[in-house]
């Protein structure tokens, strides 16, 4: 793993929660101008077409700073749970990556680019990765920092609401889980 050591923390805490990501290359780096998000999951392109699964690479960007409403944040000024939720959240993308195919990752970058009900499902699958990890309570607090921070845009909130689970979806996930806990336990 390649980690900027400013955030060396909060990755490595959220890629504890993914053991089937210790022999998988992620590089995290540090990127101005990501569209319309903050962070953001991507396979090597090139390993796609020449590498088998196991060897490729897949980069996670963060954006240095938070644009809000015209005010920049730094990304370091954003608490340490919803930092280590996000890239939670960017880790899940990662392991439904490493389920594709070099093929079925570029059907998927298509898709994604061209379908708003194709963003939806690849959101949600990765906030449902992130929460059947372990991450849930990570998860629930980038949530809420989002939807209730007065300095985001109406706007930005309502895509978060429309692609991505929402705190009660992730809770009701996590009853699931319990339950079906529980059930194996009997």
Known sequence: KIIPKSIEKEVKLAL??????????????????????????????????????????????????????????DILEVPKDVLTGWIG?????????????????????????????????????????????GMADYIVATKNFILNNANFSEKYKNRIKKW?????EIMEIVEEIHEEKNEDDD
């Not at 990127?31 to 319309?36: L, M, Q, T």
């Not at 392991?95 to 499902?121: C, E, Q, V």
């Not at 991505?164 to 009660?168: A, G, H, I, Q, R």
Request: hydrophobic content about 35%; glycine content about 6%; some cysteine.
């Open 16 to 73: 504890s929660f993914y053991p089937e990501l210790e022999d998988v290359n992620i590089e995290f780096r540090f990127k101005e101008d990501i569209k319309k998000s903050f962070m953001q999951a991507q396979p090597n392109f090139l390993h796609l077409l020449f590498k088998c699964k196991k060897k490729r690479t897949y980069y996670v960007f963060i954006s240095p700073h938070l644009k809000i409403e015209n005010k920049d944040f």
């Open 89 to 133: 959240h960017e880790l899940g993308h990662v392991m439904d990556y490493t389920n594709r195919s070099g093929f079925g990752l570029i059907w998927f970058g298509i898709r994604y680019l061209t379908s708003g009900r194709y963003i939806k499902g690849a959101e949600r699958t990765a906030d449902t990765y992130a929460v059947n990890a």
């Open 164 to 168: 991505y689970l929402s705190p009660e």
